[in-house]
Each structure stands twice: as structure tokens, then as C-alpha cells.
């Protein structure tokens, strides 16, 4: 079993950061793309920033100059670093990854729970 698990959401006022964590576990061989996606309520998933599988970096325009993704290969941990956050970024923060769980094994994208980001004041 593979389990995604985030951390380090909670409630910021417009201008704070906050820096969330996702650790993948489980039986894992291979991790080929990690992400992070939120959702804001009435709204559409979308992606937030990415690690691409040659190893560059994607940001929604929305977030760029402000977010930095980053990872830790040998921990299977992948952290976004969110400063000048403004109310728009309220949303659920889903970090994904895809994977294989064994050498000859197909690739899956696995998802975590979420963690709830609130920017107000």
C-alpha cells in the first residue's frame, strides 16, 4: 500500500507563509512526478506546482514568484514554501504523486487527504 499524507495547512493572514509537507510511504519503487493541487470550495481542482518527470519545475501563473516547490528524493517528501499569501489561496491543498510500487509494476497516481490553507484576517 502507498500512503500520501500532508502536512502544515492551517489558518494565515494575507501577507503570512506557510510551508506544507506531503511524505509518500508505503511500498514504493519508483516516484516519477510529484504535485501539489488545491481546490477552493466551487471550484475546480486545479495544479498548483509541479516537479515535471525530467525534474524542472511548473507553477500556475496564479502562484508564481510566491510558492516554491521543492523535494527531498531519498525521504519521498515534497514541501511547497507559500509566502505573500492572499485570501484567493484559501483552498484544500492535495499533494499527488505518481509512482510504481514494483520494478514491472504499472504507474498510478496516488493522492492525499488534503490540508485546509485559510488566508483571512
Known amino acids: 500500500q502507498v500512503q500520501i499524507v500532508e502536512s502544515g495547512g492551517g489558518l494565515v493572514q494575507p501577507g503570512g507563509s506557510l510551508r506544507l509537507s506531503c511524505a509518500a510511504s508505503?511500498?514504493?519503487?519508483?516516484?516519477?512526478?510529484m504535485a501539489w493541487h488545491r481546490q477552493a470550495p466551487g471550484k475546480q481542482r486545479e495544479l498548483v506546482a509541479a516537479f515535471t518527470i525530467g525534474g524542472s519545475t511548473n507553477y500556475a501563473d496564479s502562484v508564481k514568484g510566491r510558492f516554491t516547490i521543492s523535494r527531498d528524493n531519498a525521504k519521498n517528501t515534497l514541501y511547497l514554501q507559500m509566502n505573500s499569501l492572499k485570501p484567493e489561496d484559501t483552498a484544500v491543498y492535495y499533494c499527488?504523486?505518481?509512482?510504481?510500487?514494483?520494478?514491472?509494476?504499472?504507474?498510478?497516481?496516488?493522492w492525499g487527504q488534503g490540508t485546509q490553507v485559510t488566508v483571512s484576517s
Open positions: 508505503g511500498s514504493i519503487f519508483s516516484i516519477y512526478f
Open positions: 499527488n504523486a505518481e509512482l510504481r510500487q514494483t520494478v514491472d509494476g504499472a504507474r498510478f497516481r496516488y
